[in-house]
């Protein structure tokens, strides 16, 4: 079964002698909160058969899954309340400690998923936030490219409306002359369609790891889906159709064949398109921008102790000195100290019973450190009362934990024996600022059996890869890697994956938002140049420069951008206050975020149609003078 190693009360109960009997096989999971790579399923009662060791009623064991999560299939009609209280003192009654007074949750599997008590650890865990980010990221997306299609469309009516007035000549009636326009929409949104289809094939695997989930469009592929796609399209392409078709209707044939019918549009409507796009972006931009501070905000918060460069790395059993000696040949490495028990990140956790002053059992973290490691973390003592040789330094969440004050020289372990406080020390935070702060208890120790260790480097990159390679050396697999070289700095930055994921999913969509916004300026600045030449010309005759020519002309791009900049503020703040109510610790909300965004935006914009209008205004009036 593997090379495991758990040790209890200092025992390794590991029977790897263990063999198991294969009872069948099943598909692999798929639409459920349950893990898709689950790869056995097993009685609880064979629980110590297959993890490989039994534990006594009086281990506290935590593990990857995290604690134990029961599946009820209740009768119709059961009461859920009663149930819970049933639970809740069977609870009371049988176990003491950490559990008392504790209250079980009973969810439905159609709401586990967006439970707020599951933790992600063991089953799938939803994040509604980013679903609905993702969901108005898709919405914008696709008003931006229907608003585009009617907007380029609209603006060549002048060219194809000779074109409409011929059919009509030729027998066509108006209703098949709108079905052709719409027919063509409806070709375009099939054929990007396929596009887009095949893309999300080809990147679905990259799409699955960004959403933590499974993605086998393959197997989702069915009569309903295909029915639901078929309908996007024509509901998409009768949208993106409908509005051009009845432009071109409202102009006689006979008009346009004569040549009496003359084009000219105010682009009313691209201007409400664009200035709609623009807030839309406007705002993708800001909600990139605030999720990004937020984010070196949480990663670089303090926690009350040094995570710079630091690193934890193990050692394999009576190989301590081995690993120490060749990590203090490192170049790099400036400082080395010992620990054993819980470590700040999170990964390893060691705790024992108390009690506290009122005979309540309660759980206390445990870590030893050596005078190096405690140096090097910088813990602060804001009370000392002298060392001691098996004295513990308590935060102030410890003493609170205990109900005793700052000046209290003893406590309680759970089995009533006695231990010296040798310092109190000031509340900090492991894993993120964002955790509660944990009682814990931090015994100086400067001898310990095969201790792992803290070490303080230069900051090299290669600081990392260079551990890994001290214990291959020394037998550890490439599987047991990750968790025994851990950096300090990398372990809080992951513990903000889902953020991360969040922010990478709204920087994606707000530059496919941006690059659609500038194919829009491009296509409506070059139909709003070609229908002013003649305009142009005469203004330059007239005695116009080619600058009040351009100023004149980019007006009419900028005013849509500021009104959407006016439109778009309040609403990005009102949609990143909202989101920033879910952190303890936050950024304000600053005016030169909405500055920043604002006049990125309009920057991009600027130069889009800068180029085109420029071009425009510098040509010699006699070639467009004469034209119609």
């Known amino acids: 079964m593997g090379d495991r190693h758990v040790h209890i009360n200092n025992e390794d ?41 039994r534990l006594n009623d009086q281990s506290f064991v935590g593990g990857g899954t995290g604690a134990v999560k029961a599946f009820f299939l209740m009768k119709p009609g059961t009461d859920i309340a009663a149930t819970k209280k049933i639970a809740s003192k069977y ?25 707020p008590q599951n933790n992600g650890t063991g089953l799938h865990k939803g994040d509604k936030t980013r679903l609905r980010i993702l969901l108005a990221a898709v919405l914008a997306l696709l008003f931006f490219a229907v608003s585009n299609y009617i907007n380029l469309t609209v603006a060549n009516t002048g060219f194809r409306a000779k074109e409409m007035a011929t059919r009509r000549l030729f ?5 098949a002359i709108s079905l052709k326009l719409i027919g063509e929409s409806t070709l375009m949104v099939a054929v990007c369609f396929a596009i887009g289809l095949a893309l999300a094939f080809c990147f679905q695997d990259d799409a699955a790891e960004l959403f933590r989930g499974k993605i086998a469009l393959k197997n989702d592929i069915s009569l309903g889906t295909v029915s639901v796609c078929a309908g996007f399209i024509l509901l ?36 409400l398109f664009i200035i709609v796009q623009n807030v839309v972006t406007v705002t993708m931009l800001t909600s990139a921008l605030v999720i990004w501070l937020q984010l070196n905000h949480l990663i670089h918060a303090p926690l009350g102790f040094n995570t710079g460069h630091l690193f934890y790395v193990d ?22 100290g010992s620990y054993k028990g819980s470590t700040f990140t999170g990964y390893n956790f060691s705790g024992k019973g108390v009690k506290n002053s009122k005979g309540k059992y309660e759980m206390l973290m445990i870590t030893e ?85 803290l070490v303080k480097t230069t900051g090299d990159k290669q600081a990392k890869e260079a ?66 030449k003649k305009e142009v010309a005469i203004r330059k005759v007239m ?40 952190f303890s610790y936050r950024i304000a909300l600053s005016p030169w975020i909405f500055a920043a965004a604002g006049s990125a935006c309009f920057i991009i914009s600027l130069l889009t149609v800068l180029i085109q209008c420029w071009r425009a205004a510098s040509e010699h009036p006699i070639k467009n003078i004469k034209t119609e």
Request: aromatic share 10%.
């Open 315 to 336: 050692s394999p059993e009576g190989k301590s000195q081995t690993v120490r000696s060749q990590l203090e040949q490192l170049p790099f490495v400036e400082r080395i």
């Open 91 to 115: 609870i009371d009654e049988h176990h003491h400690g950490i559990w008392s007074n504790s209250t079980p949750a009973m969810t439905p599997l159609t709401d586990i998923l967006f439970a």
């Open 369 to 453: 450190l050596d005078r190096e490691a405690f140096d090097m973390l910088g813990l602060k003592v804001i009370r000392d009362n002298g060392t001691t040789a098996d004295g513990y330094y308590l935060n102030e969440a410890a003493l609170r934990l205990l109900n005793i004050t700052a000046e209290a020289k003893e406590f309680t372990w759970g089995d009533d024996k006695k231990a010296l406080i040798a310092g109190v020390l000031q509340d900090f935070r492991i894993i993120n600022v964002l955790e509660d702060v944990r009682p814990i208890a931090v015994q100086k120790v400067e001898t310990m059996g095969n201790p792992g260790f």
């Open 467 to 532: 551990f890994k390679t001290i214990l291959r050396e020394q037998g550890v697999s490439e599987d047991a890697l990750p968790y025994e070289v851990l950096s300090m700095e990398d372990s809080i930055t992951e513990t903000f994956d889902d953020q991360q994921n969040t922010l990478r999913i709204v920087t994606l969509f707000t530059a496919i938002a941006i690059v659609i916004s500038i194919m829009g300026y491009v296509g409506l600045s070059l139909f709003f140049i070609r229908q002013r």
């Open 13 to 53: 109960p590991y029977d790897s002698t263990l063999v198991y009997t294969v009872s069948g096989v099943m598909e692999d999971m798929d639409r459920t909160v349950l893990p898709n790579k689950t790869q056995i399923i097993v009685s609880m009662q064979r629980y110590p058969q297959v993890m490989g060791y």
């Open 236 to 271: 998409v392409g009768i949208v993106s159709g409908i509005l051009p078709s009845w432009h071109i209707s409202r102009y006689q044939p006979i008009d346009i064949v004569k040549g009496s019918f003359r084009f000219r549009s105010k682009m009313v409507l691209g201007r």
């Open 171 to 175: 027998g066509s009636s108006q209703t």
């Open 543 to 582: 005695g116009s420069t080619s600058r009040e020519v351009l100023v004149l002309m980019l007006r009419t791009f900028l005013t849509p951008l500021l009104v959407s900049f006016v439109i778009a503020v309040p609403i990005s703040w009102y949609i990143m206050r909202d989101w920033l109510t879910n």
